[in-house]
């Protein structure tokens, strides 16, 4: 009997015998001959052999999926260091409830830093509290819920004015009224 003519591989394009299903091979385009009929098999057939990558890979699924799905709380609550308005961010280490009160902020730091006069972060809230609400300059109570256009609100006001050489430190400053803080400007006490 006549055996069939077997043709080379790169004219039928497939070789019999994937180890994982036992299907048809695709031609390898280099020298080294394929051995799956696709890449789900390979992996199919190496999880079957491998039970604890299997486990492995279960478990790395499930993280992907509760960080794909499962919402996180992202609301942090904060206290702005510049005005003591409560707000809240997406990001834990959020300092300042605006632009604005960052902008402020940072040109008080920025100021202090161009005369040459040592400066540290503290908060309006800090200062508020260490000098009980009583504004330093007139000794009248400061209302903590007052909002921005209203004179009697709270203020910073530096003891010593940084263009006479006082320091943007928690030494330097006191809680004064608006007002208070408006009419002394850069005089010393």
């Known amino acids: 009997m006549a055996q069939p003519l077997e043709l080379p591989r790169e004219v039928t394009g497939t070789v019999p015998g994937c180890i994982g299903c036992g299907g048809e091979v695709p031609a390898s385009r280099g020298t080294k001959p394929r051995r799956w009929c696709s890449e789900s098999c390979r992996v199919r057939n190496y999880y079957q052999n491998h039970p604890d990558k299997r486990e492995e890979k279960?478990?790395?699924?499930?993280?992907?999926?509760?960080?794909?799905?499962?919402?996180?709380?992202?609301?942090?609550?904060?206290?702005?260091?510049?005005?003591?308005?409560?707000?809240?961010?997406?990001?834990?280490?959020?300092?300042?409830?605006?632009?604005?009160?960052?902008?402020?902020?940072?040109?008080?730091?920025?100021?202090?830093?161009?005369?040459?006069?040592?400066?540290?972060?503290?908060?309006?809230?800090?200062?508020?509290?260490?000098?009980?609400?009583?504004?330093?300059?007139?000794?009248?109570?400061?209302?903590?819920?007052?909002?921005?256009?209203?004179?009697?609100?709270?203020s910073l006001d530096h003891d010593t004015p940084i263009s006479?050489?006082?320091?943007?430190?928690?030494?330097?400053?006191?809680?004064?009224h608006l007002s208070c803080n408006c009419s002394k400007r850069d005089r010393m006490n």
């Open 164 to 176: 006479r050489g006082g320091e943007n430190t928690r030494e330097n400053i006191q809680l004064a």
């Open 58 to 154: 279960r478990l790395a699924d499930q993280r992907r999926h509760r960080k794909a799905f499962v919402p996180k709380e992202s609301k942090h609550e904060h206290v702005c260091l510049e005005c003591a308005n409560l707000f809240v961010s997406n990001h834990r280490k959020s300092k300042y409830c605006s632009i604005r009160c960052a902008g402020r902020a940072s040109r008080r730091v920025r100021r202090a830093r161009s005369r040459g006069v040592r400066t540290e972060e503290f908060s309006y809230l800090e200062i508020a509290e260490r000098d009980g609400w009583i504004c330093q300059l007139c000794h009248e109570p400061v209302d903590p819920w007052a909002e921005k256009p209203d004179p009697m609100r709270g």
